[in-house]
């Protein structure tokens, strides 16, 4: 293994420095660190992941089953065929026995950009087909984009082949000039495409620039000239370092000057391997033997007239050596054994052509017998597949493991360590299947993704069952065609850039008053307001006691909110909710459930009539975009004729509840000329008006069960009034309060959160809320659901409440319920329902729940548990079941 | 990733729509006058062809606008209904 004085495509006048496993070493600028690596000494400095057997450079492509290695910088990459890794400057890396290692915590992941681009034509692969598919495409006119996973272009094209009367370097270089010179056309190497997609959608990992980038490409038409893998065959010790690809040794040699052995013997079932002695040979290696598995062949003959030895109809049996190659075994057409002393031992066991991309996209395969290979064939019409990738490969014979007594040293995947007699093995359970094989043996599921051992392996079983070459193609394929990090497909879309973040226009005051946030789909909004040394429950119930007891005040501009306009609007709304919002006066407020087409609970919020031909409706927090998205669903497929539109308004409007006995006298002392009177301003009721010198609409809905008025004002007077009614409730000891307090006060009041506590398998009867659903007033979505026999039945889960036998104990959200004889049973028992909203409350006096259970109204006053940990007895609280409503059951305390 | 024809935006990536099943399946024009199976049949059944299949789409982070399609399911080709 050494660097020749002349030849290749390096430049001896570049000296690179690269350090490997700790230590420095010198390669030269055009190496890969596989080359670097053979001519410092260093290409069997692998082990195997399973066996831990040594293992050196085997391929000289991205099909590399051996020499995997760490690559700390330039820039880190948890693991890589070095075979695939460009030497730099600076480079450090160091061998891995198959298996990455993340990086320790601290380490910046590095950033990946993201761009898109539109091409009539892809080329995957810059090879001498690659190149010419692209260079006609470029005459056409066409925009066109190259990617190819090696650094250099030209692929596998020899320094002594002739390509259209130019040597083939010359051919590439004077081929990728013209591309370079053409308008739209780019080229870019060290470039993978991980996947070829639906409609010539296409994704590039390109690694050659200071940071990644992924190209997400629409093409017209889809060039795949990807090219083709050389096979290994299956013989003892064909894993010793020093075994290699026929191909990857004329590759060291003709683009790197690099000699990967001093003595070869050259195994091979086709013309490629002399190829490879011819090569060996000119650079002053000797060949010992070509072993050709054919009886007779004109290479044979023209080779032995250039004075090579071959030994017709031969196999390689065995290697020998202490961790290297010492020796081939040579088993010859008469059973006769020959110990050939060498210390390369170059494989042709025939070629696969790279066909993944191809079948992951729908493409088929087909077994070509002169080839004895699989060569594409259908798939979509806007792909085509050139050049070797086609199936233009050399005649082959079929050779795939070499018969042996033993074959647990003939190794099919190198990177799982698995054998041939590990097939036979999985054979022997009964399995018939490649696929099943593969699960059972893990062949081809390591970091090459069988690229070197998939269609070996399909070819073993094959002749193992006694079929015919061919009968089962390799194992499916499925992109990313090279492992790629997360970190990469993530790009920029992590951390603050993960998802949108929405704030209400009161947000910064939230800040500044040192709210504790939590999360609401993409919103935040403050979870409760802390004093100095409080806990959570400590803030929430001081909050609660003062909406109960004086008054609150909370950011309620995450409230979803639309506008329906149009003559047919109420029309319209009649049909999505549960009530009948065209009998509203203008001026009203009504609650309504929002249904499925089951007659499930979708969502629920009020509807202001604010004209004849207009309402704001309220949704959920989290529920605002798909309300929208029901109503233009309707609208537009069902419902075209009826005038009506709807339009978000959400962030138009910020909304502040002040709740509370002395909510009257805060906006009183706000400033507002709205009667805001018990007789001139009823429940359910709203009034347009100024309130700290803004127009203004009041509206009187209660969520806590408290006197209460929402202000809605325009999104940017929203901080301005806040900090008005913040300083006019001061006397009144006004108290901000966040959604800890909400969610507790609307519990007692058992005024139910959906999405908490219904999921979408809950009625409005469950709910013990039939009174919302008028069904006098004509259809509406989900009505005729609510009649199916299934929601009739008497054991559904009804809304209940839950009051912890022992005061003291929170029962946890989520929790089964069951029945006290299941109590301290081991499960699986039957659960009754489960936990939906569990809190402390100061006027309770302790815990309460909301709970789903099983004819829960049925089971007023008896005691269920809920199970809390694996089925011990002790993990088991006991509740008693009640009405959902603890608190101000009459609703005295609404009107203040 | 499909290219979607949006009759009004022209074709574009799949990720700006949401798929709304079987197109064609109309509301009843009187609900309550099925009995249940007709109405399961409406609110569960649908057709899972092999071939060419009309489907709904919405433009949900375009111009938010409901249309069919015809897509091939074994081919993915999309095709103007």
């Not at chain 1, 820039?75 to 890794?85: C, K, Q, S, Y």
């Not at chain 2, 949900?60 to 091939?72: A, E, P, Q, T």
Request: glycine fraction near 12%.
């Amino acid at each position: 293994m050494r660097r020749l004085p002349a030849g290749g495509w390096v430049d001896r006048s570049a000296p690179l420095r690269f350090t490997f496993g700790g230590r420095q070493y010198q390669g030269l600028r055009g190496d890969t660190l596989a080359s670097a690596l053979l001519c410092n000494g260093l290409g069997d400095a692998f082990r195997s992941p399973v066996l831990g057997r040594p293992r050196g450079v085997m391929t000289a492509g991205p099909e590399e089953p051996c020499a995997l290695v760490e690559v700390s910088a330039p820039r880190f990459d948890l693991i890589a065929p070095a075979t695939m890794v460009p030497l730099v400057d600076g480079l450090a890396a160091a061998a891995v026995a198959g298996v990455g290692r993340l990086p320790g915590p601290g380490v910046e992941a590095p950033g990946a950009q993201h761009r898109h681009a539109h091409v009539e034509t892809l080329v995957v692969g810059g090879g001498v087909a690659g190149l010419g598919a692209a260079r006609r495409a470029a005459m056409r006119g066409d925009r066109v984009l190259l990617v190819d996973e090696r650094s250099w272009l030209g692929g596998t094209a020899r320094s002594f082949e002739v390509v259209e009367g130019l040597p083939a370097w010359a051919w590439v270089d004077a081929t990728a000039a013209e591309l370079r010179a053409a308008a739209d056309v780019t080229l870019l190497p060290d470039s993978t495409a991980l996947g070829v997609y639906d409609a010539g959608y296409v994704v590039v990992h390109e690694r050659s620039r200071p940071v990644e980038r992924v190209w997400h490409v629409r093409a017209r038409r889809v060039v795949l000239a990807t090219g083709a893998h050389e096979r290994p065959i299956a013989f003892a010790g064909n894993d010793r370092p020093g075994v290699m690809l026929s191909a990857a040794v004329l590759t060291y040699l003709d683009r790197f000057g690099v000699l990967p052995g001093e003595r070869a013997v050259v195994f091979t079932t086709g013309d490629a391997g002399y190829l490879a002695a011819r090569a060996l040979r000119q650079a002053g290696s000797p060949v010992v033997a070509v072993v050709d598995v054919r009886l007779q062949a004109d290479a044979q003959r023209r080779a032995r007239a250039d004075g090579l030895q071959v030994i017709a109809g031969a196999v390689v049996a065995g290697t020998e050596g202490a961790g290297r190659v010492s020796a081939a075994v040579v088993a010859g057409a008469d059973g006769a054994r020959t110990r050939l002393e060498a210390d390369l031992i170059a494989v042709s066991g025939g070629w696969n052509p790279v066909t993944q991309l191809h079948r992951a996209i729908g493409g088929g395969l087909r077994y070509a017998t002169d080839r004895s290979c699989f060569v594409p064939d259908g798939g979509p019409d806007w792909i085509s597949v050139v050049g070797a990738a086609a199936g233009e490969v050399p005649p082959t014979e079929p050779c795939w493991y070499v018969p042996a007594d033993d074959l647990s040293e003939h190794f099919v995947d190198l990177q799982r360590d698995q054998t041939v007699a590990d097939v036979a093995a999985a054979l022997g359970t009964g399995l018939r299947s490649v696929e099943h094989v593969k699960r059972l043996t893990h062949i081809g599921t390591a970091v090459d993704q069988g690229r070197a051992s998939g269609a070996l392996a399909a070819e073993v079983v094959n002749q193992l069952l006694g079929a015919g070459p061919g009968a089962q193609g390799p194992t499916n394929a499925r992109p990313p065609w090279s492992p790629v990090a997360y970190h990469v497909l993530a790009g920029p879309f992590r951390g603050a850039l993960f998802d949108a973040v929405r704030r209400t226009p009161i947000h910064p005051a939230h800040v500044e008053r040192g709210a504790v946030f939590e999360h609401v789909g993409q919103w935040m909004r403050p979870w409760y307001f802390p004093r100095d040394g409080e806990s959570m429950w400590d803030a929430v119930l001081r909050e609660c006691a003062a909406v109960r007891t004086g008054v609150g005040m909370i950011d309620a501009s995450t409230l979803g909110k639309i506008e329906v306009v149009g003559a047919d609007a109420p029309v319209f709304l009649d049909r999505m909710y549960s009530g009948a919002m065209s009998r509203l006066e203008v001026g009203q407020i009504r609650y309504g459930l929002m249904l499925g087409l089951d007659g499930m609970v979708f969502d629920d919020g009020v509807a202001m009539r604010l004209g004849s031909d207009r309402y704001l409706v309220t949704t959920t927090t989290g529920g605002a975009a798909r309300v929208l998205a029901r109503f233009e669903e309707w609208h537009q497929t069902e419902w075209p004729g009826l005038r009506a539109h709807c339009t978000s308004v959400t962030e138009q409007w910020a909304t502040i509840a002040v709740a509370g006995p002395s909510a009257r006298e805060v906006l009183r002392s706000a400033g507002t000329d709205v009667d805001v009177s018990r007789a001139a301003f009823p429940f359910m009721t709203w009034r347009d008006g100024r309130i700290a010198g803004v127009p203004a609409r009041l509206a009187r809905v209660s969520f806590s069960g408290e006197l209460a008025f929402e202000v809605h004002v325009a999104g940017w007077h929203g901080r301005h009034v806040w900090e008005a009614l913040l300083e006019a409730g001061q006397p009144f000891g006004i108290t901000p309060y966040g959604t800890g307090a909400m969610e507790v006060l609307r519990a007692e009041k058992g005024f139910i959160i959906v999405g908490q506590d219904t999921d979408g398998t809950v009625t409005p009867d469950d709910l013990g809320m039939s009174w919302i659903v008028n069904m006098r007033k004509g259809d509406f979505v989900g009505r005729r659901s609510l009649r199916r026999a299934d929601l009739l039945r008497r054991d559904r889960r009804h809304l209940v409440g839950l009051l912890p036998v022992e005061r003291d104990e929170l029962l946890p959200e989520g929790a089964q319920l069951v029945a006290a004889e299941h109590a301290r049973a081991s499960p699986p028992v039957p659960m009754l329902g489960h936990v939906t909203s569990s809190y402390r409350s100061a006027v309770l006096g302790g815990p309460f729940a909301l709970a789903l259970l099983s004819s829960g109204r049925e089971r007023f006053g008896s005691v269920v548990y809920a199970r809390t940990g694996a089925g011990t007895a002790e993990e088991a609280i006991a509740a008693t079941v009640t009405a959902p409503v603890f608190y101000d059951p009459e609703g005295a305390r609404r009107d203040g | 990733m499909l290219l979607v024809p949006c009759p009004w935006c022209g074709p574009r990536d799949e990720v700006e729509f949401s798929y709304g099943g079987q197109a064609g399946i109309a509301y009843p024009a009187d609900p309550e006058a099925l009995d249940d199976a007709a109405w399961a049949d409406f609110l569960f059944m649908r057709d899972n062809p092999k071939g060419p299949f009309a489907e709904r789409w919405n433009h949900v982070y375009g111009c938010r606008r409901w249309f069919d399609v015809v897509r091939d399911t074994a081919t993915n080709d999309l095709m103007e209904a």
